[in-house]
């Protein structure tokens, strides 16, 4: 009877994934810019004033930024996975992205190693440098961007 309730309760989570398998890796890339955003963007709300600075939470957000980058991101643009808010060129000019990707994700380390020693114009400055690779990948390989 146990057994039975599993199955019918992993039956229940199919619709919700069936979008997401139509094409995996859109979905699989989506989360995880979502998820740099989340620690990236609270890093900046503190760096523009948006949200009292806090010490502890940039040192956080730093170290998850940091952890997200060392992710095998390309993962998320195998052949033949055009669509979401990715512009072709991605797979007319794999190198340039793949540049732009590890770019990013060395920008991301720095800004995860000088969230933790507290240094406010240090953090600020690496925000910056950090958000220049998003800037820049954005610009070139994804739709509808405006920043
Ligand atoms: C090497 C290229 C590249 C870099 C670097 C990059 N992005 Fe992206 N990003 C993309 C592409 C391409 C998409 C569109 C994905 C899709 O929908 O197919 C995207 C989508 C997003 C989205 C929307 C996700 C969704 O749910 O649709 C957010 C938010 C985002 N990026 C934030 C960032 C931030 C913040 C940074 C830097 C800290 C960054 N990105 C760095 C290429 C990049």
């Known amino acids: 009877m146990i057994r039975r309730a599993v199955v019918v309760a992993v039956a229940a989570l199919l619709p919700a994934v069936a ?28 760096v523009k004033g948006d ?22 991101a390309m993962r998320g643009w195998p052949a033949g996975s055009e ?11 794999m190198d340039d992205f ?14 995860g190693d000088v969230a ?5 114009e240090a953090i600020k400055a690496q925000f910056g440098a950090t958000g220049k690779t998003c800037k820049s990948c954005h610009d070139d390989f994804k739709k509808d961007d405006e920043g």
Request: glycine fraction near 10%; proline fraction near 4%.
């Open 19 to 46: 979008l997401a398998e139509e094409n995996p890796a859109i979905g699989y890339r989506q989360a995880l810019m979502d998820l740099v955003y989340a620690n990236f963007g609270t890093v900046g709300a503190m």
């Open 98 to 111: 793949q540049k732009k990707m590890e770019a990013f994700q060395a920008e991301a380390s720095k800004l």
């Open 83 to 93: 669509g979401g808010e990715s512009l072709p060129a991605i797979w007319t000019k």
């Open 51 to 72: 949200i009292p600075w806090d010490d502890a939470r940039v040192a956080g957000y730093g170290k998850d930024l940091k952890a997200i980058s060392t992710l095998n």
């Open 116 to 120: 933790a020693t507290g240094d406010r």
